[in-house]
């Protein structure tokens, strides 16, 4: 079955500072990945999604970046993070041949103070 | 501007009462996915719902689409304090092609109350 880790679980980090948010995903090959990020008391926006190694799209200009250097790795990074970066990051995937539903990480909750 | 609108935005109800929460769109909506979030944790996939008239039920949650594909709505029956959290409605955004990105709504905060 597929699964997908997502690590660290909390995060604080000053302003200013840099960052990275690594998502992996067991069970599958090929998928497509996603990061949302969801803010207190809103729902889920989307920032990247991901087809392949080296492709990128990204839905919202900000602050960060993401990269997949590897099949099921897909990292969300900033050089210097600001205030309005905190939130709850979730990393997702899906199965091309499917794309019946999203499978989620258990999230990233970020503070940037 | 939101795409998909949930209401209510939270929801308190006693332990066995039934409740239903909705989900709209101004567009047709080609796939509905039903989730369910902890506060602080990861989505759990409830349904999806894609033909027009469609209902699915698992347990006490009942999911229905509407005909026209732009409304739809979520209904738990006797309510349990198990099923508290966050429901979240989401929408396909496939523009033909392989790509599945969903759009997810504001959310429903319920709370029962034993």
């Known amino acids: 079955s597929q699964t997908i880790h997502q690590w660290p679980a909390t995060l604080v980090q000053p302003v200013g500072s840099p960052l990275s948010l690594e998502c992996t995903v067991e069970?599958?090959?090929?998928?497509?990945l996603y990061w949302y990020r969801q803010a207190a008391g809103r729902g889920l926006q989307l920032l990247f999604y991901s087809v392949g190694i080296g492709q990128i799209s990204s839905e919202v200009p900000q602050n960060l970046s993401a990269s997949r250097p590897q099949d099921r790795q897909f990292i969300l990074s900033s050089k210097k993070l600001l205030l309005s970066d905190s939130g709850f990051y979730l990393c997702?995937?899906?199965?091309?041949?499917?794309?019946?539903?999203?499978?989620f990480g258990s999230g990233t909750q970020l503070s940037v103070l | 501007s939101q795409e998909l609108e949930q209401s209510p935005q939270s929801l308190i109800v006693q332990e066995g009462k039934n409740l239903t929460i909705n989900c709209t769109s101004s567009k047709t909506l080609y796939g509905l996915y039903w989730y369910k979030q902890k506060y602080g944790e990861g989505l759990i996939f409830l349904m999806m719902l894609q033909k027009g008239g469609e209902e699915k039920s698992h347990e006490k949650i009942t999911a229905k689409l509407d005909e026209k594909k732009q409304q739809s709505s979520l209904h738990i029956t006797a309510s349990q304090p198990s099923h508290a959290g966050i429901y979240l409605c989401g929408a396909d955004r496939r523009y033909g092609g392989a790509t599945n990105k969903l759009i997810f709504g504001t959310g429903t905060l319920l709370a029962v109350q034993p």
């Open positions: 069970g599958t090959s090929n998928p497509n």
């Open positions: 997702a995937s899906t199965i091309l041949a499917t794309n019946e539903k999203l499978f």
